[in-house]
Every structure is written in C-alpha cells, then in structure tokens.
C-alpha cells in the first residue's frame, strides 16, 4: 500500500471526509500496520515513537465500526492522565463533527476532578463512545451507571506509564466486566514486566507492531550536551535563558518536589513560568494548560508525566534539568519538539551518574554536541568522553607493545620490569610513528 492511500483501507464515506478536513495526507507507519489489523476486529499491541499518528491509527478504524442505531456502549479509551483524555477526546469530537455525525455518534469524556452525580445523569443514554481515566471510569461501572459488557473494543493507551502511576489494576476491573473476545488494542512505548503479565492474561497471540523506521529521536533535533559542575540547575538555566530565547521552552526533571523548587527559583528571578506534574489538583491543571493556550507561560516546568500525557503545542526547546534513568524517558522528553517537520533544540546538563544513559543514547544514535555557557556565550568544549576515549588508545597502544616484546626463555628475576619498560619503549615509538604519519 502506498503511503498517500487511505482509500486502501476503504473506510465509510463520512471518514473520508474527516481526513479531508484533518487535511491527511500520507498515512503514517503506524496507521499502515494498525489500521488494517483494528478494522478486523483483532487484537494488537502497538509500539511507536511520540509523534507518530498512533491516535488516528486506533480512532479511525474504531469509528468505522460503530453502529449509530445500537444504543450501547461500543468503544472504551483508557489512558493515564486526565490531560492526555482531554486530549484525544477532543479528537473524537472532531471527527464527529468533520464527519458530519453529530447527530448520531455520542461521545463521553470521564475523568476525576468532576461532579460524579452530573456524570451519572448524563449516561441515562449510553454513550457510543467513552474516553477516561481507568479509575473513574471503573468507578462508574461499579455504582451501575455504566454497562460496558457489550462494548466490542477498549483500548489500552500508554500502558506502562498506567503501570507506573499504578493504574493497571483499575483497567483490570473494567476488563473484568468486559467479554472474553474484546478487542483489545495496547499502545505502550516500552513493555515491562508487570505490563507483560497484564498482556499475557488478557491476549493470546496477538498481533505486535513496532515502528522504529523514523530513527532513535526527531531527525530535525538538535541534542547538546552542558556539564553541570559546581553551578546550581537554576544558576545554568539562568545563563542558558540569556542565549536562548525560545518559543515555548520544557524543562524536565525527575520529581515533583524538584519541579515546584526550580519554577519558584526562575520565577523569582523574572521568568514567565508554569509548572506541570502530578501532585497538581485538577483545577491547578486546568488553569495551567488554559495558560499555556494563551501564551502566557514561555517556561513549563514539568515532570515525565507531561512528556507521556500531554500534547503540548509549539515547544521549542527541551531542557533536561535532570537527565532520566532510561534512554525511553529521554526519547519521549525530545520528542516533545521538532514535530510536523519543525527544528528543535534539547539542551542536556549532565553530571557523572549520567555518562551511562550518555553512552547508551550514543548507542542508538543519537549525536550529542558538547557545549558549556562562558562569559554569556556558547563554548564548544572536548567531548565529555574524550579522556575515556584516551585512555582506551593508551590501553590498545600498550596492548599491541607487549606484543612485539620478546619473552626469555628463561624465567630471570625482575623479568616482567624489564617487559614493561621495553613495551612503553615501544609504545612510545609507535605513538612517534603515528603523530609523524599524520603530519
């Protein structure tokens, strides 16, 4: 199949002209391994890098199958922050109203943070199709005021992040009450060991798709390298903040005790600056995504959930305040940038506990370019691994000496001395060798 051909897949009429509309053109990788295996009503578990179309992949093919006459709940969408459900659910709204369907697809948003009773009064007529958090969602289905036994497919988003934020049990419960022969559809971006004994109960032998063609990170991205030495997070930022003047900036750490300490440091010193992670209350969120619409942060401090749960339009720049402990999280953070084709830049500041996850992205890679900030300009400095790579020729040098050195025949007192002083002679004349070669 052709990437331009969406008519392969020969969906209804009224989606063809939702993709008019979205303005689809190509569809991407993962919409051309999903979409064919959702429409046949099988299950999957589907892997792919932010970006990717992956929403699509599953909304489409999901909408092609509701029956608008049935009056039941047909699809469920479980995902992990209230965000990212706001998020797709305004996607659905817009694919029933570009498709014209208004009318006759219903749609429900259930998420925490709102008044359950008014909830419960508005699904005295089932909703086709329900977008939510798995908790409230399951919550309602144990008070009765959701029937999801007939519902043919549920869909599992970001899947190890519902494992992290321990919310699996939650999607357990609604499975639970679900048939044996749901379609099951599960986005994940890594797949651990806790998820995979989730996948093990409920999917026999289902289809996996992995896209990995677009490369480890956004090929328009721009990674640099900035060591922190003796200076503070706030003190680098500071200085970073002088050279660049992006857009819309994301800066991550890893906790949110560290999140709320280095927004109020940057606010303190005159940045317009938002904070999003976890410990926020619903209206705290909501007030901070609403702000961030208005462009009135140019700053989002923020933890990984911001980089798994939420679409954030127009980032710049990515800082890593603090480096992740997995090359998954730091994919995830970069990928917040450099989308649709636009450039990006993620600054990284790096202690010694990083050169690990360093070495590792190299690995896959990714190409870091190494930078420190001196006298409010930027300073091109020696690769962070430049003395490891030293002292590696040093090894391999004096490896190769000890070769050509002539053992005795005889074992003499202080033999191996006498080895060591001929094999850094002769170190020393190939190091002369090789500086005269390249000369």
């Known amino acids: 199949m052709k990437k331009s051909d969406f008519k392969a897949f020969n969906f209804q009429p009224f989606l063809y002209n939702v993709l008019d509309k979205l303005k689809f053109i190509e569809a991407t990788p993962i919409q051309q391994e999903v979409i064919p295996v959702a429409l046949k009503k099988e299950s999957l578990i589907g892997q792919s890098h932010t970006g990717s179309g992956k929403t699509h992949a599953y909304l489409l093919p999901l909408f ?14 479980t995902v992990p922050t209230r965000e990212l459900a706001m998020q797709i659910f305004d996607e659905v709204r817009k694919i029933i109203e570009f498709g014209e369907m208004v009318d006759q697809i219903r749609s429900k948003l259930i998420i925490g943070g709102t008044d359950k009773q008014k909830m419960i009064e508005k699904l005295k007529e089932p909703p086709h199709i329900i977008v939510g958090t798995p908790g409230r969602i399951s919550d309602l289905i144990k008070e009765g005021a959701l029937n999801v036994y007939q519902a043919e497919s549920i869909v599992v988003d970001e899947a190890d992040l519902l494992i992290d934020l321990g919310l699996i049990q939650e999607v357990d419960e609604i499975l639970v009450r679900m048939q044996r022969d749901v379609q099951l559809l599960v986005f994940s971006a890594t797949i651990p060991v806790k998820l995979q004994h989730f996948l093990n109960k409920y999917m026999e032998s289902p289809k996996h798709i992995r896209i990995q063609d677009q490369g480890p990170a956004p090929e328009k991205m721009e990674h640099r390298l900035i060591p922190l030495r003796h200076r503070s997070v706030s003190e680098l930022l500071m200085e970073a903040t002088k050279l660049i003047n992006p857009y819309l900036a994301l800066i991550f750490v890893n906790k949110k005790e560290n999140a709320d300490e280095l927004a109020g440091e940057l606010t303190a010193q005159g940045l317009d600056v938002g904070i999003i992670h976890g410990g926020l209350t619903p209206r705290e969120r909501k007030r901070t995504l609403k702000n961030l619409k208005d462009l009135k942060y140019q700053y989002i401090v923020a933890t990984d959930l911001a980089a798994r ?3 954030i339009p127009g980032v710049s720049h990515i800082f890593n305040a603090e480096l992740p402990r997995d090359a998954e999280t730091y994919l995830h953070r970069v990928g917040r ?15 010694e506990k990083d050169i690990t996850l360093i070495e590792k992205l190299e690995k896959s890679g990714i190409t870091f370019h190494n930078f420190d900030i001196k006298n409010e300009s930027w300073v091109e400095i020696t690769d962070w691994n430049q003395r490891k ?11 190769d000496a000890y070769k050509q050195v002539r053992k005795p025949n005889k074992v003499k007192p202080g033999y191996k001395k006498k080895m060591k002083r001929q094999a850094e002679q002769i170190k020393s004349r190939m190091k002369r060798n090789d500086f005269k070669r390249k000369k």
């Open 389 to 399: 790579k030293r002292e590696k020729k040093e090894n391999e040098l004096l490896e």
């Open 64 to 77: 092609n199958r509701i029956q608008e006459d049935k009056n039941e709940v047909q699809v469920i969408i």
């Open 309 to 311: 749960g939420i679409d």
């Open 337 to 351: 940038t450099a989308r649709a084709g636009l450039e990006g830049t993620a600054v990284s500041f790096y202690k």
